[in-house]
């Protein structure tokens, strides 16, 4: 039984590898962390995975609600489009390779993308005076390790690990409606306002797991660090609007701290159930605020107003046979948004399939549905601060899809 149990370990992570793409999970979450391969019983173990997004969020009744000519307002854009799509579809990239260097001693590598948004709702919209394009991308780059040793029947593992972080990005929206500046003498000008970002810093990881082999039983508590992006530059690019230059500006913020804790266990020969909860600070990126590097007076910010995240995750897996197995989830996200922004709360619905033509190989294949429930977006107070006052619109439970794929080679 324990053999079975054991080859159904991996289960976890086909259905682990959709929701976390497909969740659509709140805050500027992509990919997250993940070091469930310094659990892999290989000596050295390769794995490499990519997770493809297709969100499909629609945004009705938009309303240019702050129709002032000026670099707030942006004027009057209640004559364009009051529905649109806003989301873009992403990939997520992720390798690890993983070594067993001494008895109980167990190191990771890995690359990933944790962080990233893509929203391209466009100019043609009422609410394009506050975006009209969005992305944030990231890229981690971790070295983690483990030690384990027996504690009663089963093996206590410590965990500690640090890692790299850049971040980048850019926004763009209408400062000044075009018919606006075309009456004032800048004729052929967009209007478009474009803030550009990079920064980067470090974080570490601490936790422990628990595993008695026999039953496949591994439980898992680990603490993520925040990144403190303590010195972001970048430009403030109006050349578009009336300006004729491109203004360097700075500021700083932190990529938010998580505690995640997993279990799985068998339950009946070639059965395996997991599951997981994960907390994530959200609620640190309120108002990000960019100063000019000459000046040092406020030029623009990033309005996020988020809350806290949760994610309560569980599933089941099957070992139909030597070579393939099977395995489904559902995952509940709690949106960060609080009445500004349309991220809501989801719900993912996953499966997948392993494949190991022999035991040094596995492939994998999985599949998300994710139901993006319904609100609206408008003016909000939070923390004394006003968000929102520039548009309001609503939109209703749309749908996200995901498909990942992922090779690991035991050698």
């Not at 709140?26 to 391969?37: A, K, P, Q, T, V």
């Not at 018919?179 to 306002?193: D, E, P, Q, Y």
């Not at 619109?393 to 090779?407: E, H």
Request: charged share 15%; with cysteine.
């Amino acid at each position: 039984m324990a053999n079975h149990l054991m080859k159904t370990t991996a289960l976890g992570l086909i259905a682990a590898c959709a929701f976390v793409g497909g969740a659509q999970a709140g805050g500027l979450e992509r990919g997250g962390y993940n070091i469930d391969l310094l659990f892999d019983p290989g000596q050295y173990t390769f794995e490499s995975g990519v997770v493809y997004v297709a969100p499909d969020r629609t945004l009705n009744n938009v309303v240019d609600t702050n129709t002032a000519n000026n670099a707030i307002g942006g004027g009057n854009l209640n004559a364009r489009a009051n529905s649109v799509d806003e989301t873009e579809g992403y990939w997520v990239p992720r390798v690890g390779f993983k070594a067993n260097l001494n008895e109980g001693v167990a190191c990771m590598a890995d690359y990933s993308q944790p962080w990233g948004v893509h929203t391209k709702p466009g100019t043609n919209w009422a609410g394009a005076n506050q975006n009209v394009e969005t992305k944030v991308n990231s890229h981690n780059y971790g070295l983690t390790c483990s030690y384990k040793f027996d504690v009663g029947p089963g093996q206590l593992r410590v965990i500690g690990g640090g890692f790299y972080q850049e971040v980048d990005g850019f926004k763009e929206r209408i400062v000044l409606d075009p018919a606006v500046l075309a009456g004032l003498g800048f004729t052929g000008r967009t209007g478009i306002g474009r803030l550009d970002l990079a920064g980067d810093g470090y974080g570490w990881r601490i936790g422990a797991a628990y595993e008695i082999p026999e039953y496949a039983l591994r439980a898992s508590l680990v603490y993520n660090s925040q990144v403190k992006l303590d010195d972001i530059t970048g430009t403030l690019d109006l050349r578009q609007v009336t300006a004729s230059s491109i203004e360097n500006v700075y500021g700083s913020a932190a990529m938010p701290d998580s505690i995640e804790m997993k279990l799985q266990s068998g339950i009946a020969p070639d059965w395996l159930a997991f599951g997981s909860v994960k907390w994530t600070d959200w609620s640190q990126l309120q108002r990000i605020r960019f100063y000019s590097s000459t000046t040092n007076a406020e030029r623009t910010s990033l309005d996020l107003a988020y809350r806290d995240g949760w994610t309560i995750s569980g599933g089941i897996g099957h070992k139909l046979n030597e070579q393939w197995s099977v395995a489904g989830s559902v995952t509940w996200d709690r949106g960060t948004s609080q009445g500004f922004g349309s991220q809501t709360d989801t719900w993912t619905f996953g499966t997948g399939v392993s494949y190991n033509p022999s035991e040094n190989i596995e492939f994998r294949l999985a599949g998300a549905v994710s139901l993006l429930t319904s609100g609206s977006s408008g003016q909000i107070t939070v923390g004394g601060e006003t968000y929102g006052s520039d548009v309001s619109y609503d939109f209703g439970t749309d749908l996200a899809a995901a498909v990942s794929t992922s090779l690991k080679v035991r050698f």
